[in-house]
């Protein structure tokens, strides 16, 4: 059946030629596939003379230790001089970094001047401290422009950074903490969300009573809300940065120094702290951030929606755009704050004409209506990308048609926390892109799609994502674990490196992401993606959002449930419910019937928007819910279940 719901997403063979005016000035041409094809290495050395690298390298990757990689092993370079100084070196000083934008409605614009002397202020703070190379800092701050600041001033010291995302408790930040053995944590009293100020210090000073170490916290002051204050080990950033020097000469660090530990968003399971490293790093994250949204630094105003804690705000707000020399908006707060069109108001405001979000921002964007993004000019925009999960093809038109105004180029982008920077992903000068597919491997990566026994599947079939050569931006380990690196990513398919994912070739060989293979469903023994009925669920116009997980049964194997968020207009009942059902078995086949249709108020998701299936699995199979350390809001799963009847009680 999988391949019939793949025929009909196809048959209507909507395809969109990239616009002609970016095609002819498109960073990035088809001839960069043939370039990469021949000589792999020889074009990632080539993307590595992007940077600026104070010895340059001469070896590019080292793979004699597989899993274990080193690119441009012999090379140094200063991370934070290549997203900072050298810009302003190079006569941009006056050009606009970031463009900061308060929830309450404050903003700030910062040149890329002026952030070399804040970065260098921060840097010498954090020497101050005690800090140095190879320590490491943990960093639990709001979206505000000291995120940036902190982070590349880590970066400048030779310290590894490992942010943890500013909404998790102070359990989830205190496992963190120990896990990377900070030294220093920097926060801030607290950030504004929905419309008042949130506090963030009595996370950490509840975490800071279970693990040992800290010796310093550093504290933002961006709501001026009351503070309790620990005397000798609580630093105001303010104070100590006021009193430092602008000036700080950067140290050059090796290719292989670590850059930044940072936790995956534990949609699958315990989070897994993955390590990042320097030259490698940072020629990815920049190559990518050029060539999949064709950044042209002089005119190009950016915005990636991706909050500071997942590894979207690493690559593509802080390391990718910056090393590029762009301008970028950087925005506090949540998408209804204080109105539902406020994203579009920034757009509006600073003439953004790159957008990056993820397929839940564009999903809750169609329920609340056509009509609020209508309400503002969006003609700037001229690329729109997006991350974090499959994009059905319905949301993917709507973002095309509403946001896009019919023609922006849409790249779905398809990458890891482990993979550091963009994979799979459409060319908006080059691709033809299709709707609800990540399409094909960038220049110099090597993807294709698996079966159990490590075969390649003809186009036209389903499988396993693997990666079958080393990237330079590729993590290095999880941190103090090799053997779980090993046993996770390099394990199941021999010398390949194993994403979790579940994908499809279509019959041009364009690459479908199915969802994580632990959510592909065993319905009488056919395999049907969470996806696809997903999918088929939100293609019915009573339905916003779906999440479907695979029950454990009896007779099936596994049967589908589905839980579904019903658009404002609709109401339950069970005609509707059953409708739903017979909507699926239309669109998809009679097996991908969902069993049960569950309709409720919200759905668990991580931070960075992601649904996480594994707990709504727990409750379909009437278990104890799992891990929820990472979920956005913990009150969500208590809700779903008391909105549900005991598990087994209908069916
Ligand atoms: P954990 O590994 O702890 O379970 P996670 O996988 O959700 O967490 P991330 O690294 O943030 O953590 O997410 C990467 C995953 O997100 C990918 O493996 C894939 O499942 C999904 N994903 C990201 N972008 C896309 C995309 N464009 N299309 C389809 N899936 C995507
Ligand atoms: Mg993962």
Not at 218 to 225: K, N, S
Not at 259 to 287: D, V, W
Not at 498 to 524: C, T
Request: net charge negative.
């Amino acid at each position: 059946m999988s391949n019939e719901s793949l025929a009909n997403l196809l048959k209507e063979e909507r395809r969109f030629a990239p616009p002609a005016e970016l095609a002819a000035a498109a960073n990035v041409t088809a001839a960069a596939y043939a370039q990469a094809s021949e000589d792999r290495l020889g074009f990632w050395a080539e993307q590595a003379r992007r940077l600026d690298w104070a010895v340059e390298p001469t070896e590019t990757l080292d793979w004699s230790n597989p899993p274990f990689a080193k690119w441009f092993a012999d090379g140094k370079l200063n991370v934070a001089y290549n997203c900072v100084d050298r810009h302003v070196e190079a006569g941009n000083g006056d050009r606009i970094a970031i463009h900061f934008e308060g929830e309450p409605g404050d903003s700030r614009s910062i040149t890329y001047a002026q952030l070399k002397d804040e970065v260098s202020q921060a840097a010498n703070a954090l020497l101050e401290l005690g800090v140095t190379k190879g320590d490491r800092v943990a960093v639990y701050l709001p979206m505000i422009a000291e995120a940036v600041v902190a982070i590349l001033a880590c970066a400048r010291i030779g310290a590894t950074h490992s942010v943890v995302f500013g909404g998790f408790s102070a359990d989830a930040v205190a496992s963190r903490i120990t896990d990377a053995q900070a030294k220093l944590v920097i926060t801030a009293d607290g950030g504004y969300r929905r419309g008042k100020p949130s506090a963030l210090k009595p996370a950490i000073d509840e975490a800071l009573t279970k693990v040992d170490g800290v010796e310093h916290v550093l504290v933002v002051r961006r709501t001026g809300q009351d503070t309790s204050w620990t005397e000798g080990r609580d630093v105001w950033w303010h104070e100590i940065t006021a009193r430092q020097s602008t000036e700080h000469t950067p140290e050059a660090h090796e290719a292989e120094h670590p850059l930044f530990i940072l936790y995956t968003s534990g949609t699958t399971g315990k989070p897994k702290g993955i390590l990042h490293t320097s030259g490698g790093y940072l020629t990815q994250a920049s190559y990518t951030h050029h060539a999949v949204f064709d950044l042209k630094p002089e005119t190009d105003v950016y915005w990636c929606t991706a909050d500071i804690g997942w590894v979207t705000g690493h690559s593509y707000i802080v390391y990718g755009p910056l090393a590029n020399g762009a301008t970028q908006v950087i925005y506090e707060g949540t998408p209804d704050t204080p109105h539902q069109g406020r994203f579009w108001e920034i757009v509006q405001k600073y003439g953004v004409t790159i957008l990056y979000t993820a397929p839940t921002a564009i999903r809750t964007f169609m329920k609340w209506g056509d009509d609020i993004p209508a309400k503002f000019d969006l003609s700037s925009l001229r690329v729109l990308g997006s991350v974090g999960e499959p994009i059905n093809p319905e949301a993917w038109i709507w973002y095309r048609e509403h946001i896009g105004a019919g023609k922006a180029p849409i790249v779905d982008t398809w990458w890891q926390t482990e993979t550091g920077a963009m994979m799979i992903s459409p060319l908006p000068g080059v691709t033809e892109t299709k709707p609800g597919s990540a399409q094909r491997a960038l220049p110099g990566i090597a993807a294709t799609v698996v079966d159990d026994e490590a075969r390649e599947v003809p186009n036209g079939s389903g499988g396993y994502l693997v990666l079958t050569e080393p990237w330079p931006s590729m993590l290095r380990t999880i941190w103090g674990d090799d053997q779980r690196y090993i046993d996770t990513y390099w394990s199941r398919f021999e010398g390949r490196y194993f994403a979790g994912d579940g994908a499809k070739k279509d019959e041009d060989g364009d690459i479908w992401l199915l969802g994580r293979v632990d959510d592909v469903m065993l319905v009488s023994g056919h395999n049907i993606s969470t996806t696809e009925v997903e999918s088929a669920l939100v293609g019915h116009p009573s339905v916003a959002e779906s999440a479907v997980v695979g029950a454990t049964d009896a007779t099936t194997g596994q049967a589908i449930v589905a839980f579904v968020i019903l658009r404002g207009t609709a109401t339950e009942t069970p005609e509707l419910v059953e409708e739903l059902r017979a909507h699926v078995g239309r669109t998809l086949g009679p097996i991908a019937k969902p069993k049960q249709v569950k309709v409720v108020g919200e759905l668990p998701k991580t931070r960075s928007g992601k649904i996480m299936r594994r707990l709504l699995r727990d409750i379909a199979e009437g278990r104890e819910v799992g891990d929820t350390t990472t979920l956005a809001d913990s009150t969500v799963m208590n809700l779903i279940q008391s909105q549900l009847p005991p598990a087994g009680s209908e069916g």
